[in-house]
Structure formats: C-alpha cells, structure tokens
C-alpha cells in the first residue's frame, strides 16, 4: 500500500511510517510531497494520506496521527501505548506527557539535521524507534 503526507518529517512523519512498516504492512511505500499536493498525489497514486489536516490518520483533538494509525489498524503490541504518549508528548505541545517526549524531539531535529531527504532520514531514524519500542515493551512487562 501506499501512503502519502507532507515533506520535511519530524516526529509524527517518521513514527507513522515506522509504525505502519512494523505492525501494517512491511512493503509500505510512503510518498513525502508539498503539503498543498497531499491530497491530490493520494488520488492519483491511490494512496493512504496522513498527519495532514481533516484525514483519518491525523490529529484528532488532543491526539496526534501516530494514534490514529494505533486506533484504525488496532494495534495492540505491549509497550505500544507508552510508545503513543512519547511520540504524542513529541509531536504536540504536551511535552510533559512522558519524560522521554522533548528528548524524542530533540532527536527528530538532529536527524533532520544529518538527513539527505526523508526516506533517509527514516532510514536512520527508524533503528531509533525500534530501541524506544523495546525499552518501551520491557517497561510494560514489569
């Protein structure tokens, strides 16, 4: 399947397509376009877009796309929703929500820094989120 979302990834942008590789569907394709051509590059590549405005897998009130990814596709994988509050608390203005959130965005900001373009920033990236989703699955299981 294909997904399609806004250029320049950061939090959100890189945790959805981790997620979606990791529990949905390995073989994603994901397309990083200008926010204003999201929609339309969606209808002609039949594509699934996200975290833009007034789509499924977006922001929903105090939730970020990373949630609505969870929630379409009912992942229910321990340490998952510790997952969730981390990348929630990164990605919003609730950075309190879990300790590791202003770390988590630090980090998006450096790879944004060090990265080509988006898909290698999440390929550099997504090694990050399978150690924070490790240490996230050990807490759950204490």
Known sequence: MKYVTRKHVKVDLVACPW????????QAEFLFVEPGEVMAVA???EAIPFDVAGVELGHQGANCSFDAVIAKYRIDAPGIDRLALI???ADTDAK????????????????????????DILRLEFPVYDALYAYCRARAGR
Do not use: C, K, Q, S
């Not at 997620?19 to 390995?26: A, C, S």
């Not at 879990?98 to 060090?114: D, H, K, N, Q, T």
């Open 19 to 26: 997620l979606i590789t990791r529990f949905v569907d390995p």
């Open 43 to 45: 209808a002609r590549e």
């Open 87 to 89: 990348v929630r608390g």
């Open 96 to 119: 309190d929500l879990a300790p590791e959130a202003r770390g988590l965005e630090a980090i998006a900001e450096g790879f944004r820094a060090v990265g080509t373009d988006d898909h």
